[in-house]
Antibody, heavy 123, light 109 residues
Framework: EVQLVQSGAEVKEPGQSLKISCQAS????????IAWVRQMPGKGLEWMGI????????TYSPSFQGQVTISADKSINTAYLQWSSLKASDTAMYYC????????????????WGQGTLVIVSS | SSELTQDPAVSVALGQTVRITCQGD??????ASWYQQKPGQAPLLVIF???NRPSGIPVRFSGSSSGNTASLTITGAQTEDEADYYC????????????FGGGTKLTVL
């Protein structure tokens, strides 16, 4: 079974750094793209970026370029999303999801999704 | 603002058919995919590509497209179908690899 398991909820103060994780199992991790998606409280889904774990090729949404860093560790089948300096506006649920085709589709879709990591940034 | 537009809310009587739409210029060129999200849960892919259902998705879910509008149809809606539904595709300009619609809250009466 293909599964993505994300790290637990985080409560941080503004200005702090954070790295959340998404561990994959049940498939060859390095040959499928992984995406990160934000969902702010009571709002819709926003695509943040994708990474190809085999070579760490990364594409960011223009909306999130420079705001976050996406990375992956092939040795432990894990993708990461990190912030160097959190803001209150980063408070959201963050999901990782797999693009279930080995070649990146022109209009990607996502399956499965991780269970989500809730990040709360508050002083 | 999203380049894919969805009605914020739609309702359907139990057992009836409902169509949830997603509009955007990019849909003239690219397929939309659809996700179901229930409260407190992660999104679940229900339709991808032209009209493909992942394993385990009931046959009552189907997808279609015409012009700049993609549709998710639920034929014989069930109480368990009450959820938020999101479409996604590529953006028109190519600057955004992925865009999501704003979501539609489906109520089953």
């Amino acid at each position: 079974e293909v599964q993505l398991v994300q790290s637990g909820a985080e409560v941080k103060e503004p200005g702090q750094s954070l790295k959340i994780s998404c561990q994959a199992s049940g498939y060859n991790f390095i040959t499928y793209w992984i995406a990160w998606v934000r969902q702010m409280p009571g709002k819709g889904l926003e695509w943040m970026g994708i990474i190809y774990p085999a070579d760490s090729n990364t594409t960011y949404s223009p909306s999130f370029q420079g705001q976050v860093t996406i990375s992956a560790d092939k040795s432990i089948n894990t993708a990461y999303l990190q912030w160097s300096s959190l803001k209150a506006s980063d408070t959201a649920m963050y999901y990782c999801a797999r693009i279930p085709t080995r070649i990146l589709p022109i209009a990607p879709w996502f399956d499965p999704w991780g269970q989500g990591t809730l990040v709360i940034v508050s002083s | 603002s999203s380049e894919l537009t969805q009605d914020p809310a739609v309702s359907v009587a139990l057992g009836q058919t409902v169509r949830i739409t997603c509009q955007g210029d990019s849909l003239r060129s690219y397929y939309a995919s659809w996700y179901q999200q229930k409260p407190g849960q992660a999104p679940l892919l229900v339709i991808f590509g032209e009209n493909n259902r992942p394993s385990g998705i009931p046959v009552r879910f189907s997808g279609s497209s015409s012009g700049n509008t993609a549709s998710l149809t639920i034929t014989g809606a069930q109480t368990e179908d009450e959820a938020d539904y999101y479409c996604n595709s590529r953006d028109r300009s190519g600057n955004h690899l992925v865009v999501f619609g704003g979501g539609t809250k489906l109520t089953v009466l």
